[in-house]
């Protein structure tokens, strides 16, 4: 009897494993070559804060990565993405780029840490990634291996299946929006900007609290603000978009932190459009959960 009953439950938690592992079908998608998508995917990595995090530490301009990332489960370190074949993604397609960004995936089927932050970009277009892809694609190789990770022992990527399977359930089917100007913020707030990724409180596992969205959050240094509409108060539209252009907040304070690379390699090299677009989200949309 033990021995049927031991080997039934080896039989579920190994379909269960298969089950949270599925990698997703995806099918054939190139990168495209033309000026215009290399132009698009330019503004994009500064929108999307690709730069934030794998700028090289000593101040490099290019993304080879290196740098420390801190969280709660250990240092992670950005890997180098210039188009170096052996250690960088030169070798990629337009499929690897919609696989890591979209699904967490890496090229051979495994996950990705969510420090990528893969559960907000989902919501990309397939040609936002694909422009990203192109622009990456065009930069000079630079040969550069970031160190390993340094997480707490259990953290192995073993647990993210399962993981992903949690955050989606957990996850709402956030709104469209009938304001063209809002629904853009949407886009660069929830995806490209990732904001939530620091300003959403998260439980215990990691998985964001999405009933508080952008209610703020502690991080390893410091906290994120409450950046929901009944904290902002006296904030206008117009503070709003300036706040994102400079880090100047109305009362003539400065912004610092982790929120000062997000305005100097994300918020600032945004058109002034997208910046409004921005602030009619956060300021004027309903105020309820995930609204
Ligand atoms: C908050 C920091 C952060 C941001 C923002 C970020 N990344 Fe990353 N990225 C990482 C980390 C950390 C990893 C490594 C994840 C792992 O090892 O599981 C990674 C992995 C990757 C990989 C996989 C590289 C490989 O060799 O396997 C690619 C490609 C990538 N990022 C591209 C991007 C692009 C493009 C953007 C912007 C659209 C972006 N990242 C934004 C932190 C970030
Ligand atoms: C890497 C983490 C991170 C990301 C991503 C991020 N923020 Fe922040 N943000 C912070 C931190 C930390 C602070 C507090 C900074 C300080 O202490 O001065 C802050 C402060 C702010 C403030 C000031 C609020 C106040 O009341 O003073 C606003 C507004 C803001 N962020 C908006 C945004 C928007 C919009 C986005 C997305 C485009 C975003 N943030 C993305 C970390 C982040």
């Not at 730069?51 to 992670?76: R, V």
């Not at 070798?91 to 932050?117: E, M, Q, V």
Request: hydrophobic share 35%; aromatic share 10%; net charge negative.
């Amino acid at each position: 009897m033990p021995l049927r009953f031991i080997l039934t439950a080896i039989i579920i938690l190994g379909a269960i494993t298969l089950w949270v592992n599925q990698p997703p079908s995806l099918p054939d998608y190139s990168i495209p070559q033309s000026d215009e998508s290399i132009t698009r995917g330019e503004y994009l990595v500064h929108a999307a804060g690709c730069i934030s995090c794998h700028l090289a530490p000593d101040g490099g301009e290019a993304l080879s990565g290196g740098q420390a990332l801190l969280s709660p489960f250990g240092t992670f370190y950005a890997p180098n993405i210039t188009p170096d074949p052996a250690t960088g993604i030169g070798n990629w397609t337009g499929t690897d780029f919609i696989g890591a960004l979209k699904h967490g995936r890496n090229p051979d089927g495994g996950f990705y840490y969510p420090a990528l932050p893969y559960r907000s970009y989902q919501g990309m277009t397939d040609e936002d990634v694909l422009a990203v892809a192109a622009y990456l694609m065009q930069q000079e190789p630079v040969t550069a291996t970031a160190p390993t990770h340094e997480l707490r022992p259990w953290l192995g990527r073993w647990t993210l299946g399962f993981w992903n399977r949690l955050a989606d359930l957990s996850e709402p089917d956030f709104p469209d929006y009938d304001d063209p100007q809002v629904e853009r913020g949407a886009y660069l707030a929830r995806n490209l900007g990732h904001c939530g990724e620091c300003h959403t409180p998260r439980s215990g596992l990691g998985i964001p609290l999405y009933e508080r969205e952008f209610s703020g959050a502690p991080l390893p240094e410091g906290e994120a603000d409450d950046i929901t509409r009944e904290a902002l108060g006296e904030w206008s539209e117009e503070d709003f978009a300036f706040f994102l252009f400079l880090g100047i907040k109305p009362d003539g304070e400065f912004v610092g932190g982790e929120m000062e690379p997000v305005i100097e390699h994300n918020t600032s090299t945004l058109t002034q459009e997208d910046r409004e677009a921005l602030a009619a989200f956060f300021l004027r949309r309903g105020n309820g959960p995930s609204e």
